[in-house]
């Protein structure tokens, strides 16, 4: 039997269909239930964010609330995103499907989450991944996701914290390759999320990303607060090369 579709006219329904259906397709809904059986959550409790190419939701576990990151198929976006795969060592057979590609990005923000955990930068501390699901620690208060920077307040010391933390994670050999106020979460610290295109220093374009990272951050806060900050002055502080920030 084929599957029912809404009538044409309730387009809201049928796009929310169409995209949930991307999700759940049946490879990931045996990934969830694989998962579940493990006992590392109990059922997804709602969704935080549908983005272009991972919707993430809040889930129940035994005694607190966790967040997982199921990965969509999207050909569009396919080769877009290979380059962030392709030079990274990690990674030395090239994904040919759109589905190895979306679960080749689940294990590499994985695995750069573990880097993040280690070299102490806060982030999601990452608990699971099986295929295209990621599952990590939930970053909120009483039940509900943390505000991202951009939809908050910030200071001078965010600036000098985030600065921190890319330099403290590029000393364990990571760019984040993503970062700007979409990705960092305003809690009790500056979270940053969204690792998926994070770069060991040997990929060819780990520099650029580095670059592209700082000045998104600089630019952001130069638009905040009006401080006086050069994207290459930071950039050396973050290299080592240069032993203030000012
Ligand atoms: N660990 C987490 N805890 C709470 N909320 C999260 C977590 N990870 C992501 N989110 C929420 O989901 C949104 C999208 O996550 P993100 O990793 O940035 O995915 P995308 O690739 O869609 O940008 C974030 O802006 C944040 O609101
Ligand atoms: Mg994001």
């Known amino acids: 039997m084929g599957k029912k579709r809404p009538p044409k006219e309730k387009f809201l329904l049928k796009e929310r269909w169409e995209i949930e259906d991307l999700v759940f397709d049946k490879e990931t809904l045996l990934a ?10 109990n059922k997804l409790d709602y969704l935080i964010s549908m983005g272009k190419e991972a919707n993430v939701y809040r889930a129940k576990a035994s005694d607190e609330f966790v967040a ?32 190895e590609l979306v679960n080749a990005f689940a294990s590499k923000e994985f695995k750069n989450l573990k880097v993040a955990y280690k070299a102490n930068v806060p ?11 990621v599952v990590m620690s939930f970053l909120g208060k009483e039940g509900l996701p943390y505000p991202r920077m951009v939809d908050g307040v910030v200071e001078k010391k965010d600036f000098e ?10 000393s364990y050999g990571l760019v984040h390759g993503d970062l700007s106020e979409y990705n960092i979460l305003k809690g009790d610290k500056n979270y940053f999320i969204d690792f998926g ?10 520099d650029e990303l580095l670059q592209r990272d700082i000045r998104n951050v600089v630019n952001y806060f130069k638009k905040k607060l009006a401080l006086n900050i050069h994207v290459e002055k930071v950039m050396r502080y973050v290299k080592g090369e240069a032993e203030r920030l000012y």
């Open 32 to 41: 969830l239930s694989k998962i579940i059986e493990k006992g590392i959550f």
């Open 68 to 99: 997982v990151k199921i990965y969509k198929k999207e050909t569009a976006r396919f080769f877009r995103r290979h380059s962030y795969i392709i030079g990274d060592p990690r990674f030395p057979s090239v994904p040919k499907t759109e589905r």
């Open 123 to 133: 982030a999601p501390i990452p608990l699971y991944h099986y295929k295209n699901v």
């Open 161 to 170: 914290e985030i600065v921190e933390q890319i330099k403290r994670l590029y």
């Open 197 to 206: 295109q994070g770069v060991v220093l040997k990929h060819p374009r780990s």
